[in-house]
C-alpha cells in the first residue's frame, strides 16, 4: 500500500481521546491510531490537552468544551491546523469550518467526514465544497438522507476490539448509555426493561440545559428499584458496563448517522437490542448481533430471548466488518484516489 502524509484535523471541542463522552474524538482518535499503525505519516492537529500517542500539534492548549460550536475557537484552530498542515499529502478535516476555509489552498486534497444528520443549514454549506472537497459519510443511512449530494465514500466506523475486553454478559442487568437526548430513549429503555423484568443500568452525557430538563421530567420519575443511573462514566467503566451486560438498549428514535456504542457494546461480546432507526440496520445483524424491534414491548420480548445470541459472534463482527485495519483500509483506498486527481 502506498504511504501517505495526512493532516488529521480534530474538533477543537473535547481532547483527543476523550476523557468521557466523545463519540468523533474517539473515531479520530482510533483512525489516528491505525493509520500510523499502519505505517503512514501522520500528524494530529487537536487541542494542547490531547493524548493520542501520535504527532501532535496545536494552537489551542485546553478543548473548548464550554465554547462548544462557537466560531471564533473553531476559526482560530482551523486557520493554524492549515498552516501547520500545508506540506502534507492530503488532509483529513473533522471541524465544520476547516472545509468552508481550505479554499484558500486549492493545491492541497481535503476529504472531510461528516460526523452529524444532514440539516438544511449543514446541507447548504457542504453543496458549497464539494467536489473542491471530497466527503465521507459514515452509513448507507446517513447517505441516502442526501441523495443529492456529492459523496465520495461510505466509511463505517471501526474501533480496535482489544481496547475493549471480552466480558460474561454475567451482571444481570441490561445497560443503556447515551446521552440525555428524548431521541436517544433512554426513558423507552427503562420502559422496556421493566416490562420485561431486567434492571437496568443507565449512564451517560447530561451537561447541556437540555439534557438536564429531559432527565428530569422522563428519565429521573422512572428510576428506582432494579433501574439505576450512574452518570456519565470514564472509558474504563464504560468498558466494565458493557462487558458485564447481558445486553445494550439502544432505543433511538431519529437517524442516528452512526452509533459507535453499538460497536462498543459488540467488541465487549454484548448484543445490541435497536430501534431500526438511521445506521442500526447496518450495524445489527438481527439474531446474530442482536435484535431489531418495532417498539418497547418487541424490545422487552427480545431482551427475554437474548441467551440466544452467541457472544463470540458479537465480538467476531468487530474485529472484521468494524475493525480499525478495515477503516483504514478504506480512508487509504479514499486518499490515494484524491492525490492521483492532483497529480
Known amino acids: ?32 491510531r491505525g493509520l500510523v499503525a499502519a505505517g503512514h505519516d501522520v500528524t494530529l492537529y487537536t487541542t494542547g490537552d490531547s493524548t493520542c500517542p501520535v504527532k501532535r500539534e496545536f494552537v ?60 438544511d443549514e449543514l446541507l447548504d454549506l457542504y453543496r458549497r465544497v464539494v467536489p473542491r472537497v471530497s466527503l465521507i459519510c459514515v452509513s448507507g443511512s446517513q447517505r441516502a438522507s442526501a441523495p443529492d449530494l456529492s459523496v465520495a465514500r461510505v466509511i463505517h466506523h471501526g474501533i480496535e476490539a482489544r481496547e475493549f475486553p471480552m466480558g460474561t454478559g454475567s451482571g444481570g442487568y441490561a445497560l443503556f448509555l447515551g446521552r440525555m437526548a428524548p431521541e436517544k430513549g433512554a426513558h423507552r429503555a427503562i420502559d422496556a426493561a421493566r416490562k420485561a423484568g431486567v434492571p437496568l443500568m443507565l449512564a451517560g452525557k447530561m451537561r447541556e440545559s437540555w439534557e438536564m430538563q429531559y432527565f428530569a421530567s422522563e428519565v429521573e420519575p422512572r428510576l428506582g428499584g432494579d433501574i439505576q443511573w450512574l452518570g456519565e462514566v470514564a472509558h474504563q467503566r464504560k468498558v466494565e458496563l458493557l462487558g458485564e ?70 465480538r467476531q463482527a468487530v474485529e472484521t466488518r468494524f475493525s480499525v485495519s478495515r477503516m483504514v483500509d478504506d480512508h487509504i483506498s479514499l486518499f490515494n484516489d484524491m492525490i492521483a486527481q492532483y497529480h
Open 1 to 32: 500500500m502506498h504511504l501517505v502524509r495526512i493532516g488529521m484535523i480534530a474538533p477543537p471541542w473535547a481532547p483527543i481521546p476523550p476523557r468521557l463522552y466523545g463519540g468523533i474524538e474517539t473515531v479520530v482518535d482510533q483512525l489516528t
Open 60 to 119: 489551542l492548549a485546553e478543548a473548548e468544551g464550554m465554547r462548544i460550536g462557537m466560531a471564533v475557537p473553531e476559526l482560530r484552530h482551523v486557520v493554524h491546523a492549515y498552516d501547520a498542515l500545508t506540506g502534507y499529502d492530503v488532509i483529513h478535516d473533522h471541524t465544520v469550518a476547516g472545509p468552508l476555509y481550505c479554499e484558500r489552498f486549492p493545491d492541497l486534497p481535503v476529504a472531510t467526514t461528516v460526523h452529524g444528520p444532514f440539516n
Open 245 to 314: 451486560a447481558s445486553a445494550l438498549l439502544f432505543p433511538i428514535r431519529w437517524a442516528e448517522p452512526f452509533g459507535m456504542v453499538m460497536i462498543e457494546a459488540m467488541a465487549c461480546g454484548t448484543p445490541v437490542i435497536a430501534f431500526p432507526e438511521g445506521a442500526a440496520p447496518e450495524v445489527v445483524d438481527p439474531g446474530r448481533t442482536g435484535f431489531l424491534c418495532g417498539d418497547e414491548t418487541e424490545m422487552a420480548e427480545a431482551l427475554s430471548q437474548i441467551g440466544t445470541i452467541d457472544r463470540n459472534a458479537c
